[in-house]
């Protein structure tokens, strides 16, 4: 008999082909995808790939055809009850400008029941931002920290991040993800990510999810990346050899040739040379371009 | 509900102009009342009963009207603006739906700016009637109270508020409609598709239907809501038996008008959850 905390949950976001056109354009082609409750899933692909309008069915923000669960509900049909329990940052610019820090923590306090007024001001106390300001006299940086602010300091089991760090310098993205690492995640928590600097978020995720002209194109955990991606450094009199276990990709760094191979043994590969697993960005290169590159 | 508050509240917040335009016209007021001549109150027969009514009507429709242009930029601004800065993305993510914010939109512009307007009226009336009784040695401060004039424009700018927002709803869902739909220019886009359309009525059915659709909603609110005239010089006569109460509201126009306003509202309601840009 199975202990009922061993019954697995239902997954937090399902989607069965998922689609979205924009007149002739088909911005999501019956994308397949499911997120599992207290994962930190980056969901990654080129600009155009369609990244945005999964999020905005996720989100409730657009219709869709197809079939899309997140915490159990229809999202478009309700959005305004998932949002009691998921709240995203879609883009940083997007508090309005003529609104001051208190204003927004007021209205945020009295309009969202999970909101924790306390927690918020913690947060900006540790800032140099204060409640008089308009959101026209703050950085880019510091408006993030707002944002990051009122959401964090909403108990959402669903956190879903748009670009979050678009336009930011590279302090303001550093506190960023700091802050998203050591006050907000917990393991009740899911967090959806959607990012082109894939570096920055690389050591975060527990989870990829490549996206590509609007289809899913891997799907996997870090670890299961790992035990099916090798990555070879090969010496040009190997290479010819190597070749011929078809790699899905070739890369050329500093004179040695890097091979990508999927679903191969290590002591198949380890005599062409070093091995090492790849990158999640060098992986949505090798993945995403093909052949050799 | 409760949530309705803080979205009147925000609206508050983001448009001071709701209480700065009043706050101007009766500034203005003010300042002309403290300097300007005051030779013409001599003239005025101020034991007249009319004298208080015609003044009160008259600082009370310049309100009104300041007002009503107000709030028709504020409806066609309200759902266009923050699509424009994306700051819809933020008010998306909280748990409230596109029908209460579109509601609470409609809400501040049918009556709390006219209510705030209604407010500043009353407040400027008394102040300059009080400077200029004081300036000018007369007693047209006592006239505002002759034959209960003052409390009968109470009754009536509450009874305008009401039917008004009742009358012009067809108007403000237009003007709402446009503002969840447009790409840019949402003042233009009020206009230019009715003038089209009218162009085309006239050219080519040789009809002015719609002219005179429109024209009879723009400006048959007062012979919708009131008889004929209302004789102010005869004391008498009040402002009730001036308002058409009975006639506005068993007219077919009044219903037949806010019935295609609901639509509109409600399709402005759908054009909000889908459309999160410009």
Known sequence: MPKKNEIPMAPLI??????????????????????????????????????????????????????????????????????????????????????RVDQAIDYVAGVHPRFRRDRALGFLARTQITGKRRMRELSKGMKTQVHLALTMAIDAKLLVLDEPTLGLDILARRSFYDALVNDYM???????????????????????????RGRIV????????????????????????????????????????????EAMKREQLAEFGELHTPSIADLFVAKLSGGAS | MNHYIWLIRREFWERRAIWIVPAVVSAALILVALFGRTQFISDVPLESPYVGKVYLGLTGALFITIMMLYSTLYLLDCLYDDRRDRSVLFWKSLPISDTDTVLSKLIVALFAIPLVSFVAADVTSLIVAFIVSVRARSMIGGALWEGGAWLQMQALWLYVILTAAIWYLPVAGWCLMVSAWVKRAPMLWSVLPLLVA?????????????????????GGYAAAAFHGSWNVNDVTSSAWQFMDIGGFFTNRATWIGAAVGAAMVAATIQMRMRRAEV
């Open chain 1, 186 to 212: 917990d393991e009740s928590r899911t967090i959806v990510i959607t990012t082109h600097q894939v570096e920055e978020v690389e050591n975060l995720l527990t989870d990829a999810i490549f996206i590509d």
């Open chain 1, 14 to 99: 399902e989607a069965r082909n998922l689609s979205k056109r924009y007149g002739s354009h088909v911005a999501l082609n019956n994308a397949n995808l499911s997120i599992e409750a207290g994962r930190i899933v980056g969901l990654i692909g080129p600009n155009g790939a369609g990244k945005t309008s999964a999020l905005r069915a996720m989100l409730g923000l657009t219709t869709y055809e197809g079939e899309l669960r997140v915490l159990g509900r229809e999202p478009f049909r309700e959005r305004t009850a998932l949002m009691n329990d998921a709240c995203f940052i879609a883009d940083v610019a997007v508090l309005p400008s003529w609104l």
């Open chain 2, 198 to 218: 009218y162009l085309i009525e006239r050219f080519f059915l040789g009809t002015h239907y719609l002219a005179t659709l429109i024209g009879g909603r723009l």
């Open chain 1, 218 to 261: 891997l799907d996997l955990s870090l670890e299961d990346i790992a035990q099916r991606f090798l990555a070879v450094s090969v010496a040009a009199d190997k290479l010819e050899a190597a070749r011929a276990l078809k790699p899905f990709h070739e890369r050329h760094v500093l004179g040695k040739t890097v091979l990508y191979f």
